[in-house]
């Protein structure tokens, strides 16, 4: 290939991941790719040398020019306050899209699901991983989950791109908005907004539980899933695990400028040094490095040599079953066979194929469907710690102190409603939340609810939490509690 090469940062990792990496790095040179590589340490040995998050202050600098890197499989020292390299990368990348596609091999690869082709996309960034927990009383804890429109436009863009890109046919978002319907309908108002762009796209929106279900018992049915981060942490482990073969699949991490590339297995310590890992996951991983760098000729000319090989039955151990594969090989063979297909396609298993030309990170996604509403401030939680006592009695304490055209609507206990006319049955816990609401629906004041904060510190209320309550052109921004 003519032209400047394009640089890459390369790690080796633990375990098998030196191994894994060699062979992966022999196959990519012999591919027609035009990569310069830059190696950094990470893992381990740099965890040992007390470096918290993994990696070397300098090992950035490469990962800031190169904007690419493909990673091999760490090991994660337990406990001693060491922090996951892969969530501190993505953090500081701002790595927004997790893409794992997750194929079945059938009849080469054992496996109940023989039509599998699924592709998860799952969000990276937001969610209950913003990591905001609090533990506010003796009994209760909390964890917030954060959705952002432009966060959950620039994965559902990014799936959609990704369909598109890929000839896919369908997208399919998972969210839980039955439940809830503020931060779950958020993700799925904008995939709606979005789908309606993309009208050659089919799309559908799946309660997450019978979602998972399906996808588990028919995964078929689904081309590209589109989910928010916790539900994609799980159902894509769900996804790579069905296909028979996890240590086959690659996956992506992709942001605005920088995007990762790594196997989707660990550093497997015991077959280290052995010779005998499956290096599939991160040569699946490198070509979708290639296809992100613009460079989509290698990338299938690597991914057709590796279906052949399959085919083939040229396989290491993990996957080698008698009476379907021909020859049980090492990793260092495996990367040989496979570089002597380089150029073959597969007859049976549907061959790879990507747009020449065609770049599929679509960095730098443009946000588009953010619309400025009138917000107006109508009321507030206040969340206090209290043992004891039912919301009659709380409502008996609070009451005289509610004033300034504010008025007490509900107290709830675990979002359900204890007053007024609460259910004798209801368990309380030590966390009590009271909403004020300005009486006849006025707009409520700033100041009349600090007032009301420091009348009820006065009065030894321990407030634990406050939350306003706005409405958003007309539209009340804030759940109800059950039964209110
Ligand atoms: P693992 O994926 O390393 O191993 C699970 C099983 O799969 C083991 O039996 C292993 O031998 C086998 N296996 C994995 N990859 C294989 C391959 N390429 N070829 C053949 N067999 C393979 O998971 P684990 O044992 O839970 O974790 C081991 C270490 O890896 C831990 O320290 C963990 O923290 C780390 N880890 C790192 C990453 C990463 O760097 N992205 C991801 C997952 C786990």
């Not at 028919?218 to 689904?222: C, R």
């Given at each position: 290939m003519s032209g400047e090469p394009t640089p890459i940062t390369i790690a080796r990792g633990d375990g098998i991941g030196p191994e894994i990496m060699d062979a992966t790095l022999e196959v990519l040179q012999a591919s027609g790719a035009n990569l310069a590589f830059e190696e950094i340490q990470i893992g381990e040995s740099v965890y040992k040398r007390g470096i918290l998050n993994g990696m070397e202050p300098s090992a950035w600098d490469s990962l800031r020019r190169t904007k690419v890197f493909l990673k091999a499989p760490i090991t994660t020292p337990q406990g001693g306050g060491y922090k996951s390299l892969n969530v501190t990368i993505r953090g500081a990348l701002g790595l927004f899209a997790n893409i794992r596609p997750c194929v079945s091999y059938h009849p080469f690869v054992n496996t109940k699901h023989p039509q599998m082709d699924v592709v998860i996309v799952r969000e990276n960034e937001e969610d209950l991983y913003a990591g905001i927990e609090y533990r506010q009383t003796q009994d209760v804890t909390q964890a917030v989950k954060l959705i952002s429109r432009p966060g959950s436009e620039k994965i559902i863009r990014y799936a959609f791109e990704y369909a598109r890109a890929n000839h896919r046919h369908k997208v399919t978002a998972f969210v839980k908005d039955n439940i809830m319907k503020i931060s779950d309908g958020l993700f799925h108002r904008v995939f709606d907004e979005i789908a309606a762009e993309y009208p050659e796209i089919e799309h559908e929106t799946m309660i997450v539980d019978i979602g998972a279900a399906r996808l588990a018992d028919?995964?078929?049915?689904?081309d590209v899933i589109v989910t928010l981060n916790l539900y994609g942490d799980i159902i894509s482990d769900i996804a790579a695990q069905i296909t028979g073969s996890v240590g086959l699949a690659g996956s992506s991490n992709i942001g605005d400028q920088c995007a990762m590339f790594e196997a989707i297995h660990g550093s497997a310590p015991t077959i280290a040094g052995k010779g005998i890992a499956n290096p599939s996951g991160l040569i699946l991983a490198s070509v979708m490095m290639l296809v992100h760098i613009g460079q989509a000729e290698a990338a299938e000319r690597i991914h057709n040599a590796w279906l052949k090989m399959i085919e083939d039955g040229i396989h290491t151990v993990d996957i080698f079953k008698r009476g379907v594969s021909k020859a049980r090989v090492g990793t260092r063979d495996f990367a040989q066979n496979l570089i002597d297909r380089l150029g073959d396609r597969p007859t049976t298993l549907t061959p790879a194929s990507y747009e020449v030309g065609a770049k599929a990170s679509f960095a730098g996604i443009e946000l588009k469907s953010r619309k400025d509403t009138t917000k107006r401030l109508v009321g507030c939680d206040i969340f206090v710690d209290h043992t004891g006592g039912d919301g009659d009695a709380m409502a008996q304490r609070v009451l005289p102190l509610v004033k300034d055209g504010l008025k007490l609507m509900v107290i709830s206990n675990r979002g359900q409603k204890v007053w007024p006319e609460g259910a004798p049955e209801t368990f309380c816990t030590d966390h009590w939340r009271l909403r004020v609401m300005g009486e006849a629906d006025a707009t409520v004041t700033q100041n009349a609810i600090a007032e009301l904060i420091v009348r009820m510190a006065d009065a030894g209320f321990d407030i634990v939490q406050t939350a306003r309550l706005y409405t958003f052109d007309g539209v009340p921004g804030f759940s109800l509690s059950q039964g209110q």
């Open positions: 028919t995964p078929e049915q689904f």
